[in-house]
């Protein structure tokens, strides 16, 4: 009788724990705005924010002394070969010696040629094939005879890096260097003049307070839908662990695919694939003294603001879910191409970035348009990539 009772109790407790679930979503109804200015408010803050207000910041902080670095001709020359897997430069070695540890794992010499160092971007996959020969010892060494091939001014000049010949290699140089007469250099490759830029930690902790300025009107425009969307995951906070998990599964799903695609657009538009300028940007300031500027940026607040823009704004203007999935894909791709130097290029490299898109916009409307979903995915992809940047 007793336990009757006790399986009684229990019933009459889920059934009011259910009306009272029922009772907080009919009274936290998303208190939509009768227009949808709060949404394209939400857009246009984050593009003047991101881009005009970037700009002032940018041009304000290179005015205050010590926020700006100087790099010498010998450093832009390596500036330029970072940026482009198909460079090649030789450098006096004593000289390159001085630089190596900034740009480690970026560029690498190859070998030496005389008393030069023969430099290359780390992620040229043609390298060892080209200037790697095995020795008697079966042991892989520098080949200068085909350097001799790629410096050659004749015929049987060495100018691409594959055999299709769709990859040409590029020589870069300053015009200070004393190289051989046959180092040929084309005038969009000279070095004539230093760079001045500013440096990683200043950047990073310009993209700080930026991140930081967007997310405030953000949460000042579109405070009702995250107050909406929190009282409603907390619904379901016992499923967030499988939320997150199966959102990253999708992006690692995701990431075979994008890098298929890259690989078959840099085949038949004859580009070989590179770091994104955005992300090479991003692993810079992580091996700077801005580093945890840029991890607060990356990790937490970017997520945040991007999530809030792409897809909780995105959507809200657009009712079809599978076109907000696509435009927002777009638009986000975009947003972190726009440091790509050609459009082959953001292609090629960034498609990951529409993918990644497509797939937090997709967590979006699987989880009933909750923002956290996607933000709480995109702040696990971030973190981890993060933590791969520091073992690599």
């Given at each position: 009788?007793?336990?009757?009772?006790?399986?009684?109790?229990?019933?009459?407790?889920?059934?009011?724990?259910d009306?009272?679930?029922?009772?907080?979503?009919?009274?936290?109804?998303?208190?939509?705005?009768?227009?949808?200015?709060?949404?394209?408010?939400?857009?246009?803050?984050?593009?003047?924010?991101?881009?005009?207000?970037?700009?002032?910041?940018?041009?304000?902080?290179?005015?205050?002394?010590?926020?700006?670095?100087?790099?010498?001709?010998?450093?832009?020359?390596?500036?330029?070969?970072?940026?482009?897997?198909?460079?090649?430069?030789?450098?006096?070695?004593?000289?390159?010696?001085?630089?190596?540890?900034?740009?480690?794992?970026?560029?690498?010499?190859?070998?030496?040629?005389?008393?030069?160092s023969?430099?290359?971007?780390?992620?040229?996959?043609?390298?060892?094939?080209?200037?790697?020969?095995?020795?008697?010892?079966?042991?892989?060494?520098?080949?200068?005879?085909?350097?001799?091939?790629?410096?050659?001014?004749?015929?049987?000049?060495?100018?691409?890096?594959?055999?299709?010949?769709?990859?040409?290699?590029?020589?870069?140089?300053?015009?200070?260097?004393?190289?051989?007469?046959?180092?040929?250099?084309?005038?969009?490759?000279?070095?004539?003049?230093?760079?001045?830029?500013?440096?990683?930690?200043?950047?990073?902790?310009?993209?700080?307070?930026l991140?930081?300025?967007?997310?405030?009107?953000?949460?000042?425009?579109?405070?009702?839908?995250?107050?909406?969307?929190?009282?409603?995951?907390?619904?379901?906070r016992?499923?967030?662990?499988?939320?997150?998990?199966?959102?990253?599964?999708?992006?690692?799903?995701?990431?075979?695919?994008?890098?298929?695609?890259?690989?078959?657009?840099?085949?038949?538009?004859?580009?070989?694939?590179?770091?994104?300028?955005?992300?090479?940007?991003?692993?810079r300031?992580?091996?700077?003294?801005?580093?945890?500027?840029?991890?607060?940026?990356?990790?937490?607040?970017?997520?945040?603001?991007?999530?809030?823009?792409?897809?909780?704004?995105?959507?809200?203007?657009?009712?079809?879910d599978?076109?907000?999935?696509?435009?927002?894909?777009?638009?986000?791709?975009?947003?972190?191409?726009?440091?790509?130097?050609?459009?082959?290029?953001?292609?090629v490299?960034?498609?990951?970035?529409?993918?990644?898109?497509?797939?937090?916009?997709?967590?979006?409307?699987?989880?009933?348009?909750?923002?956290?979903?996607?933000?709480a995915?995109?702040?696990?992809?971030?973190?981890?990539?993060?933590?791969?940047?520091?073992?690599?």
């Amino acid at each position: 009788m007793i336990k009757g009772d006790n399986m009684e109790d229990k019933k009459d407790i889920i059934e009011f724990e259910d009306l009272f679930k029922e009772e907080i979503k009919e009274r936290n109804k998303p208190p939509r705005p009768e227009e949808r200015y709060n949404y394209i408010k939400g857009i246009f803050t984050y593009i003047i924010v991101m881009f005009f207000l970037a700009g002032l910041v940018m041009v304000w902080l290179r005015k205050i002394p010590g926020t700006q670095k100087i790099y010498q001709k010998d450093e832009m020359v390596l500036e330029y070969l970072i940026e482009d897997l198909s460079g090649l430069t030789l450098m006096d070695t004593a000289t390159f010696e001085q630089y190596e540890d900034d740009y480690l794992g970026y560029v690498k010499s190859i070998g030496t040629y005389g008393t030069l160092s023969v430099v290359y971007h780390t992620s040229n996959p043609y390298i060892e094939d080209i200037l790697l020969i095995k020795d008697a010892n079966d042991e892989l060494v520098f080949n200068p005879v085909n350097l001799e091939a790629i410096l050659s001014d004749g015929e049987d000049r060495l100018a691409y890096w594959d055999a299709e010949k769709t990859i040409a290699i590029t020589l870069y140089q300053h015009d200070e260097q004393v190289l051989p007469p046959t180092y040929l250099v084309s005038p969009d490759y000279m070095i004539e003049d230093q760079g001045v830029g500013l440096t990683y930690f200043w950047s990073a902790f310009a993209q700080f307070i930026l991140m930081g300025v967007a997310l405030a009107f953000l949460f000042l425009f579109l405070k009702n839908d995250i107050v909406y969307d929190f009282k409603e995951i907390k619904l379901i906070r016992n499923q967030w662990f499988m939320i997150i998990a199966t959102g990253y599964l999708y992006i690692i799903l995701g990431n075979i695919a994008s890098n298929l695609i890259s690989m078959l657009l840099s085949s038949a538009l004859n580009f070989p694939p590179s770091e994104a300028a955005n992300q090479l940007a991003i692993i810079r300031a992580l091996n700077s003294n801005g580093v945890i500027f840029m991890i607060l940026a990356a990790v937490i607040i970017g997520p945040i603001v991007e999530e809030l823009v792409f897809r909780k704004s995105i959507f809200g203007l657009i009712k079809n879910d599978t076109v907000a999935v696509i435009v927002s894909a777009l638009l986000f791709g975009a947003i972190h191409l726009t440091q790509e130097s050609s459009v082959v290029e953001a292609l090629v490299n960034g498609i990951s970035y529409f993918v990644m898109g497509a797939i937090f916009g997709y967590i979006y409307v699987k989880n009933k348009r909750n923002i956290y979903a996607p933000i709480a995915v995109h702040m696990v992809v971030n973190l981890i990539s993060v933590i791969a940047i520091f073992f690599m």
